[in-house]
């Protein structure tokens, strides 16, 4: 017998070598619809989701939710008969506004949560009942708001004392629920808050203590501006900031468009890209144009906002590549070759 073979019968917990472990197979990726968010999540075009935590941050009305539930979306699209796991403690989405994104209301299950001991105490009960094989995704909207049942029961008892138990639970919830996400293949989308820092060079962080950053695989920091035509505001620029990616690589910057009229543009964020590769290029101010295309149509920047002109410039291996050595970390679970 092997010095290997000897040791996997050793101790109590079952073994096999890394190269026959199912955990390092490549993993079922969730694609979305929208090609810059795939690269936020894996650093590839037609990439995705992978299992484990995503975090999203960012101030109120920065369309947190929204890309949760693009991802969410994708993944029962892509499962028929896979369920989402939706605790709710900001009570703001409705069914009408789910269908929207293309959910199926009732493969999702609704989880009303009031305090972080309840979401914690019930989604570590029902990742010990979850399966090897279940398709399940997890949606959490969202942490950064919810109290501690500390918090609540000494308002009720009139006592003003600073609640010290919060950022303790919020960690232990992430330690109980990071490994079986991981072990099992679940996908796990939370919400989360953020504040500035008190340093002399603040910067962002999410709020409820160091737990989320060091268990998610990904934490996003949405940023957003304004767009406008002329003096009207027709929407806003988001920006997906990477703080941390075991995929991507970290501090890089995605930017997608959404607006009133259209919702979320499914091609936004690639037009620069595009530039910077040399895909595209500018004849003229305000025009753009393909380049080494049979196409020598000169089109206005809104007029590229379309499968049409996509599906050329996305089937070119040298664009996918350049996205590719461009954002993604060499470990990343890429779709591709």
């Not at 892509?78 to 199926?104: A, M, R």
């Amino acid at each position: 017998m092997s010095l290997l073979e000897e040791f996997k019968t050793a101790g109590i917990i079952k073994s096999v070598a890394v190269s026959e472990s199912e955990f390092f197979t490549p993993k079922d990726l969730i694609e979305t619809d929208v090609p810059i968010i795939n690269v936020a999540l894996s650093g590839a075009l037609d990439g995705g989701l992978s299992p484990g935590i995503l975090s999203i941050g960012g101030p109120s009305r920065h369309f947190k939710s929204n890309l949760g539930l693009v991802v969410v979306s994708a993944f029962m699209k892509k499962h028929p008969k896979g369920i989402c796991l939706f605790f709710d403690s900001e009570f703001g989405t409705t069914p009408e506004y789910l269908q929207s994104h293309g959910i199926d209301t009732s493969r999702m299950l609704h989880l009303p949560i009031t305090n972080v001991e309840l979401l914690k105490n019930d989604l570590v009960a029902k990742l010990e009942k979850i399966k090897d094989g279940d398709e399940i995704i997890i949606f959490i909207d969202s942490v950064g708001n919810l109290a501690s049942s500390k918090e609540i029961n000494d308002s009720l008892e009139n006592k003003n004392t600073a609640d010290m138990t919060r950022s303790k639970v919020l960690k232990s919830f992430y330690r109980m629920i990071t490994p079986s996400l991981n072990l099992k293949k679940i996908p796990c989308v939370i919400v989360q808050h953020v504040y500035e820092t008190m340093e002399m060079f603040s910067k962002q962080v999410m709020s409820g203590g160091t737990g989320g950053m060091l268990s998610s695989n990904i934490v996003w920091f949405i940023g957003r501006s304004q767009e406008k035509q002329g003096t009207d505001l027709v929407g806003y620029n988001f920006t997906i900031n990477i703080e941390k990616s075991r995929f991507v690589r970290e501090k890089s910057k995605l930017p997608f468009q959404v607006t009133f009229e259209h919702g979320i543009n499914k091609w936004g964020g690639l037009l620069e890209l595009a530039i910077e590769s040399g895909h595209v290029i500018k004849p003229s101010n305000g025009r753009y144009q393909k380049a080494n295309s049979k196409d020598d149509k000169k089109y206005f920047e809104k007029d590229t906002n379309n499968k049409d002109f996509w599906e050329e410039i996305l089937a070119d291996k040298t664009f996918y590549d350049f996205v590719k050595n461009k954002y993604q970390l060499s470990s990343a679970p890429f779709k591709g070759e």
